[in-house]
């Protein structure tokens, strides 16, 4: 009767061992690149920048890991909203400044406009000679179908507690009140986003406002006019990068695996702030730094 009860502790403990051992793997392979030599970890930027989290996210686990050196952002983007192109940009500059972490801007085909705006807070733009960018400046769009309901016959009946509520209402034409509130916004952010490229690329703030027109470089262009540091591809920003951090030879490079979208996520709900759904590209009113 012992011997039978010590078999069962060997294979209960034996089991205990055995998931201690699969957790144990499963940890190191899922925390792995916080292990061994010292890296330089690449975070891409694609697309409209509808939302902040997902960069932000690989931000704050790149600070956290003790192994990464330096960070390099690759930037494919013609910009897209205020609030997620300024959130993303102040996590870069905490990288920089209170975590130490050189970081490197890394412009594909296009970094334009809340691209850039995000590219300015790295310690070193890298563009192509050929990469669009600039664009500095703001869109505010306010769809109307004023004229496609009279044509059928549907009218829209407003009830507002100010003169000003229904301001970006698409079922009637814009009054010059309306424009004059909208332009006093869309001069304070570009207000903003030429403060921020001034004090950020270290630029004279009249020069910038002399390229905030809207108007867009090429690389080369961007370089003469002290938009870009450097002119060269990918690798090129990594080695910028490596040698910020002070890494001899040729860094190894980590980034995060794309994450794949289940049907699972959809029956939960999880993920679905970062779809392209129509209402969020397109609200009722729309203010962006975007490339139009």
């Known amino acids: ?103 490197v801007a890394s412009m594909g085909s296009l970094a334009a406009s809340g691209g850039y705006y995000v590219a300015s807070a790295a310690d070193v733009i890298v563009a192509n000679p050929g990469s669009i960018t600039g664009s500095i400046g703001v869109l505010i769009q306010v769809p109307n179908v004023s004229g496609l309901l009279q044509k059928i016959g549907v009218k829209s009946v407003v009830v507002k507690s100010g003169q000003h509520k229904d301001l970006a209402s698409i079922t009637r034409e814009m009054t010059d009140a309306d424009r004059q509130i909208l332009q006093g916004l869309m001069d304070d952010i570009h207000g903003q986003f030429i403060d921020v490229v001034a004090k950020a690329r270290k630029l004279d703030r009249k020069r910038v406002e002399t390229l905030a027109d809207g108007r867009i470089f090429s690389g080369r262009e961007a370089k003469s006019l002290g938009l870009v540091d450097q002119l060269g591809n990918l690798q090129d920003a990594i080695d910028r990068a490596a040698a910020l951090a002070g890494l001899p030879g040729k860094p190894k490079v980590i980034q995060e695996r794309k994450r794949r979208f289940f049907l699972l996520d959809l029956l939960s709900g999880v993920g679905l702030d970062s779809l392209d759904w129509p209402g969020r590209a397109f609200p009722t009113l729309s203010v962006d730094y975007l490339l139009r």
Not at 43 to 61: F, H, P, R, T
């Open 1 to 103: 009767m012992v011997a039978v009860k010590r078999t069962w502790a060997g294979v209960v403990l034996a089991a205990l061992a055995s998931l201690g051992f699969l957790f144990g793997l499963a940890f190191f392979f899922g925390q792995w690149d916080r292990f061994g030599e010292s890296k330089v970890a690449l975070i891409n930027l694609e697309g409209v920048i509808l939302d902040s989290k997902e960069v932000i996210a690989q931000l704050e686990k790149h600070r956290a890991n003790p192994s990464v050196k330096a960070i390099v952002l690759r930037i494919n983007s013609p910009g897209g909203g205020v609030s997620p192109s300024q959130e993303i940009f102040e996590e870069v500059m905490r990288t920089r400044q209170v975590d130490q972490k050189p970081v």
